[in-house]
């Protein structure tokens, strides 16, 4: 069993910046790859970025350039520095392990 926990979204600016992150506890030790996915209202959710254990990481075009993402200091944790924000990234962001394991989100608003 993982749970996840996201933490970080908020209100910004068009051109502003947030730090999204996820925590996880539980067997973490299985955790291998990370994935934050996105959900905008009316959308389905897309995976925005993944990263592996290795460290390999791999991103929607559609933020290439401006999100990254890494492990936190404290190996449970997973961070999404977002910057260059664009009001088309407003969504619920989700951090996701193994298919299944879900957090409940934390909302992003880019106003223009």
């Known amino acids: 069993q993982v749970q996840l926990v996201e933490s970080g979204g908020g209100l910004v600016q068009a051109g502003g910046s947030l730090r999204l992150s996820c925590a996880a506890s539980g067997i973490i030790s299985s955790i291998r790859t990370m994935r934050w996915y996105r959900q905008a209202p009316g959308k389905r959710r897309e995976l925005v970025v993944e990263i592996t254990g290795g460290g390999d990481t791999n991103y929607v075009d559609s933020v290439k350039g401006r999100f990254t993402i890494s492990r936190g200091y404290a190996k449970n944790t997973w961070n999404l520095q977002m910057n260059s924000l664009k009001p088309e990234d407003t969504a619920v962001y989700y951090c996701?392990?193994?298919?299944?394991?879900w957090g409940k989100g934390t909302l992003v608003t880019v106003s223009s």
């Open positions: 996701n392990v193994f298919g299944s394991y």
